[in-house]
């Protein structure tokens, strides 16, 4: 499903997760106080804008409390990222992503509001933004330009469904490699190995498939 995100400070990680939300086919606003970057996203996003984040009146006008999900990715002014978060709170924004340079910053943005730290040391931007597609993605493994490995925790979509049933080869052009029930993990599982909800896929293919496979997870 098209959603609508809007991605504060395009760096290299920004960039990044606003690049790829786009690629899988959403709406981007980027938002950047420096001219030159938004001029270089301009024609990648759906809006590029220039603006002070922690300028309340700048954020309404834009009318950023009308998105699915607001990513927070300001490089090493934490003041600045501290106050956008309040106010994208106060703003009642659905959704409120961040990016934190450490451990104590994370938990200053947690307390204030924030709804996902990311710590980009440990989580790529490409793999934040599959992630937030769909909240049944757990990981996102790049193997090369074009084939990944996606992690999914099975829904009630999956459940009591054999591999055979649910036919990911043809319906995805996707291959379940592995199964984790619970502490179990099943290697090459085969055609009539049964999934539970809760069971956690590793699924092979390209990255192509593998986004229509996550819109419908």
Same mark, same amino acid.
């Given at each position: &499903?098209?959603?609508?995100?809007?991605?504060?400070?395009?760096?290299?990680?920004?960039?990044?997760?606003?690049?790829?939300?786009? !690629?899988?086919?959403?709406?981007?606003?980027?938002?950047?106080?420096?001219?030159?970057?938004?001029?270089?996203?301009? /024609?990648?996003?759906?809006?590029?804008?220039?603006?002070?984040?922690?300028? !309340?009146? /700048?954020?309404? /006008?834009?009318?950023?409390?009308?998105?699915?999900?607001?990513?927070?990715?300001?490089?090493? %002014?934490?003041?600045? +990222?501290? &106050?956008?978060?309040?106010?994208?709170?106060?703003?009642?924004?659905? #959704?409120?992503?961040?990016?934190?340079?450490? *451990?104590? @910053?994370?938990?200053?943005?947690?307390?204030?509001?924030? %709804? #996902?730290?990311?710590?980009?040391?440990?989580?790529?931007?490409?793999?934040?933004?599959?992630?937030?597609?769909?909240?049944? $993605?757990? *990981?996102?493994?790049?193997? +090369?330009?074009?084939?990944? $490995?996606?992690?999914?925790?099975?829904?009630?979509?999956?459940?009591? #469904? +054999?591999? =055979?049933?649910?036919?990911?080869?043809?319906?995805?052009?996707?291959?379940?490699?592995?199964?984790? +029930?619970?502490?179990? &993990?099943?290697?090459?599982?085969?055609?009539?190995?049964?999934? @539970?909800?809760?069971?956690?896929? &590793?699924?092979?293919?390209?990255?192509?498939?593998?986004? =229509?496979?996550? !819109?419908?997870?």
């Amino acid at each position: &499903m098209r959603q609508q995100f809007a991605v504060i400070g395009v760096g290299r990680f920004g960039g990044s997760v606003a690049r790829t939300l786009v !690629e899988m086919g959403n709406e981007v606003l980027v938002i950047d106080r420096d001219p030159e970057r938004v001029q270089a996203f301009a /024609a990648l996003v759906t809006h590029a804008v220039e603006a002070d984040s922690t300028d !309340e009146k /700048a954020l309404k /006008a834009l009318g950023i409390r009308n998105f699915d999900v607001v990513v927070v990715s300001i490089g090493d %002014d934490i003041q600045s +990222s501290i &106050m956008t978060t309040l106010i994208l709170k106060e703003m009642d924004v659905k #959704k409120i992503v961040v990016k934190a340079r450490n *451990d104590l @910053h994370g938990k200053v943005l947690y307390k204030i509001g924030a %709804d #996902k730290v990311i710590f980009p040391e440990r989580d790529m931007g490409v793999r934040v933004a599959h992630s937030l597609i769909s909240p049944n $993605i757990l *990981d996102f493994i790049e193997l +090369s330009e074009d084939y990944s $490995i996606v992690e999914i925790s099975a829904g009630q979509k999956f459940s009591g #469904k +054999s591999l =055979k049933e649910l036919n990911f080869r043809a319906r995805y052009g996707c291959n379940v490699i592995a199964i984790q +029930s619970g502490e179990r &993990m099943n290697v090459s599982p085969s055609a009539h190995d049964v999934i @539970h909800a809760g069971d956690v896929l &590793m699924v092979l293919g390209h990255n192509r498939d593998l986004k =229509k496979l996550e !819109e419908e997870a």
